[in-house]
Nanobody, 119 residues
Framework: QVQLVESGGGLVQAGGSLRLSCAAS????????ISWFRQAPGKDRAFVAN????????YYADSVKGRFTISRDNAKKTVYLQMNSLKPEDTAVYYC????????????WGQGTQVTVSS
């Protein structure tokens, strides 16, 4: 089992920044990849970014490239999502998910953290 806990969400004005954290515990040695998703009201959950647990192989959705940065702290077993130049359309609940293999499958999910960007 892997437990994921997101934090760092909040209310910010357009153009501002937030840093989300995804803290992992449990069988972290088996994690292959951590991904961030977001879900806005009335919309499907959408991929944001991912990073291999080894810290390499970063990938971003086109909508966040150049504004968001994903990173990992080995010692803290935490993956971060630094979000800059935030826009109202970034408003959503943000979730992190752990994949235990290189298949496109998300085995564990966190509870989500709300990000609200005001115009």
């Amino acid at each position: 089992q892997v437990q994921l806990v997101e934090s760092g969400g909040g209310l910010v004005q357009a153009g501002g920044s937030l840093r989300l954290s995804c803290a992992a515990s449990g069988r972290t040695f088996d994690i292959y990849r951590i991904s961030w998703f977001r879900q806005a009201p009335g919309k499907d959950r959408a991929f944001v970014a991912n990073i291999r647990w080894s810290g390499d192989s970063l990938y971003y959705a086109d909508s966040v490239k150049g504004r968001f940065t994903i990173s990992r702290d080995n010692a803290k077993k935490t993956v971060y999502l630094q979000m800059n130049s935030l826009k109202p359309e970034d408003t959503a609940v943000y979730y992190c998910a752990a994949s235990m293999s290189d298949y496109v499958r998300y085995d564990y999910w966190g509870q989500g953290t709300q990000v609200t960007v005001s115009s």
